[in-house]
Nanobody
Framework: EVQLVESGGGLVQVGGSLRLSCAASGITSDDYVLGWFRQAPGKEREGVWCHSTSDGSTFYADSVKGRFFIFRDNAKNAIYLQMNRLKPEDTAVYYC???????????????????WGQGTPVTVSS
């Protein structure tokens, strides 16, 4: 069974940084997509970053390019979302998600991942 567990959310001031962690387990396929999504109050869910293992394609949302970065720890099967220069509009619940399929994600994250983590809230105060 695939499990995704996020951690690292919290309250931060504008311009500050946070690092979110996603520990993934149970993925047995070599072809899958891992991603970070977020949903702000009253807004649709947005794909922030996704990576496909099948072709190496990667997507960053325009709203976070140059501020958010991904680090991987393959030994721990973990991905980290480093969020810098945070803005109030980054306030959202952040989710780690996985889609078990060989997909190209260069144009965007898959709309319907197969698996979701429980989410971790991030609040950026001004």
């Amino acid at each position: 069974e695939v499990q995704l567990v996020e951690s690292g959310g919290g309250l931060v001031q504008v311009g500050g940084s946070l690092r979110l962690s996603c520990a993934a387990s149970g993925i047995t396929s070599d072809d899958y997509v891992l991603g970070w999504f977020r949903q702000a109050p009253g807004k649709e869910r947005e794909g922030v970053w996704c990576h496909s293992t099948s072709d190496g394609s990667t997507f960053y949302a325009d709203s976070v390019k140059g501020r958010f970065f991904i680090f991987r720890d393959n030994a721990k099967n973990a991905i980290y979302l480093q969020m810098n220069r945070l803005k109030p509009e980054d306030t959202a619940v952040y989710y780690c998600a996985a889609r078990i399929a060989p997909l190209f994600v260069g144009a965007g994250c898959p709309r319907e991942p197969d698996y979701w983590g429980q989410g971790t809230p991030v609040t950026v105060s001004s």
